[in-house]
């Protein structure tokens, strides 16, 4: 986020040099994928790629990192505020002032997914057909308005009908800015980036806590609860901040401000070498190529068995900590340790994740600190407060970091502009339907030891494990058949044009294991 007096300096900056000579002896003598799965990958990795410097291209990385990642994480923070914020105004007396009873506060939380997984596959076809930094500042208007309507609510069913208009006006942010970070980072960059991106759901389950904890002060203030407050200036925040987001935004590489003309170039070339070329117009085929993709549809559900634990961890966890004995102010601040933990393990986890150029591995590891998390809450007899709280801690140290590397997994191993668009949409769209279970997993009757609750999360943990280990041998044994046909066939990078429009069915393209 930049000015125009400081877009300007950087436009004056020759940050890159490009070496005509070593461009041109790189484009005569393309790397041989026809005998190395990894060629595509690792022809960007020599010290010189098109003629420009590895410096300089961490520079151009650095540049995109500082204009596009604060920005996205954030627009995502303020989302995962907004929907899980029914956690605080729970614990903020919502419940007694609603008058609501047996499994109406589940209900009000779960018909938030309704809507939102529905509109998500449309909303990222519309990303791709309008400019991001008008659809997605857009939609946020729409979801902070909403917000802030809900804190006028007085009974059982404006609450529910408040919540399925949330749910539909949030439902195109996550799955957009994932498809969005896609268009300017490789495949091999993009988990540490959506790690960054998505710990701002963690930073929001800290900061909500705290937040929640002061805002309830104004409890009788203008006639409000302590709850409704919390609605409305977080509904308010959003509206802010998405004004602000109009004008802040960037679209794509090509039409970057804050790179100069040199760099924009050699962004959308590292892009095009990246996907082997493939198709980034739209067409309706591509659509179905992710509809119809066995693959994508493997993703949905490793997806969906992380993320029922983490969405019951954040509505449930300050009721959770409260039934361990805290008193409700307290349980609000608990609740802020287990999600700065669980950010830097994201962050962390990310990192390396790009780094090994890895993703399931990383998976089954952060599904088991996970299991063993939910294994001692289950586990542990009432009256030991201290243990089931280290519990809630390891647990969000296992589920949180699994989120980011799973969607640059499924974004990753999906070719061309839309398939990858589509694909993203549906494991996060369908995905998020596990969001009405995780909704009623946790019952107030089973408080204060949650066994139904807790596991369940164990087995959806488990459901990812298992599939995970399936994803890694099926796409081991795909690259491995392209390998054969490559070389069989003399296919190398210069037939890419010929592939071009069947996304990652084509020979050239490898999945990442």
């Excluded at 019951?312 to 287990?338: D, V």
């Amino acid at each position: 986020m930049t000015s125009n007096d400081e877009k300007r300096s950087y436009d004056e900056k020759p940050a890159v040099v490009i070496d005509e000579d070593r461009r041109a002896r790189h484009s005569s003598s393309p790397a041989d994928f026809s005998t190395d799965p990894e060629a595509h990958i690792r022809a960007n990795d020599d010290t010189w790629r098109h003629g420009i410097d590895t410096t300089h291209e961490k520079r151009i990385l650095r540049k995109l990192d500082w204009h596009i990642l604060p920005l996205v994480s954030l627009l995502y923070l303020l989302s995962f505020l907004d929907r899980s914020n029914i956690g605080n105004a729970r614990v903020a007396g919502m419940v007694t002032d609603l008058h609501l009873v047996g499994l109406q506060y589940n209900t009000a939380a779960a018909v938030f997914f309704i809507l939102y997984c529905a509109a998500e596959i449309p909303s990222n076809i519309l990303l791709k057909l309008l400019r991001p930094s008008r659809w997605i500042p857009s939609i946020m208007v729409a979801w902070g308005i909403v917000m802030t309507l809900m804190s006028l609510v007085h009974s059982f069913e404006g609450l529910v009908i408040a919540r399925v208009f949330l749910g539909l006006t949030e439902a195109g942010l996550f799955p957009g800015v994932t498809f969005y970070l896609s268009m300017w980072y490789k495949r091999t960059e993009q988990s540490r980036r959506v790690a960054i991106f998505f710990s701002a759901a963690t930073v929001a389950g800290a900061f909500g806590g705290i937040l929640a904890y002061a805002i309830e002060k104004l409890d009788g203030k203008a006639n409000l609860h302590g709850w409704a407050w919390i609605f409305l200036i977080e509904g308010l925040i959003t509206v802010v901040v998405a004004a602000f987001a109009f004008w802040y935004m960037y679209d794509y590489p090509s039409t970057a401000t804050f790179l100069t003309p040199d760099e924009r170039e050699f962004v959308i070339e590292r892009l095009k070498h990246d996907s082997t070329d493939l198709a980034t117009h739209y067409d309706r085929k591509f659509v179905f190529q992710a509809l119809k993709d066995w693959k994508c549809w493997m993703m949905v559900f490793v997806y969906m068995g992380i993320l029922i634990p983490v969405y019951a961890f954040s509505l449930f966890i300050p009721t959770i900590i409260n039934e361990l004995g805290y008193k409700a102010s307290t349980a609000q601040l608990l609740s802020t340790p287990p999600y700065i933990a669980g950010c830097f393990f994201t962050v962390l986890v990310g990192i390396y994740s790009d780094k090994l150029k890895l993703r399931g591995p990383f998976v089954l590891g952060c599904a088991t600190v996970a299991i063993a998390g939910y294994s001692v809450l289950y586990a542990t007899p009432q009256g030991h407060p201290g243990v089931s709280y280290a519990g809630t801690v390891i647990a969000a140290c296992g589920t949180f970091p699994s989120i980011a590397v799973v969607l640059a997994w499924a974004g990753g191993n999906a070719g061309g502009d839309v398939k990858r668009g589509v694909a993203l949409a549906m494991t996060i769209g369908i995905a998020n339907l596990g969001g009405v279970c995780s909704s009623f997993i946790y019952r107030t009757k089973d408080a204060p030891r949650f066994h139904i609750g807790h596991g369940t999360v164990i087995g959806c943990l488990l459901l990812a494990v298992v599939l995970t280990c399936a994803a890694m041998v099926t796409y081991s044994r795909l690259n491995k058949q392209k390998e054969v046909q490559c070389r069989r066939e003399g296919i190398d990078h210069s037939h890419a044009p010929k592939f071009r429009e069947m996304a990652d069915a084509s020979p050239l393209f490898r999945y990442t294991i």
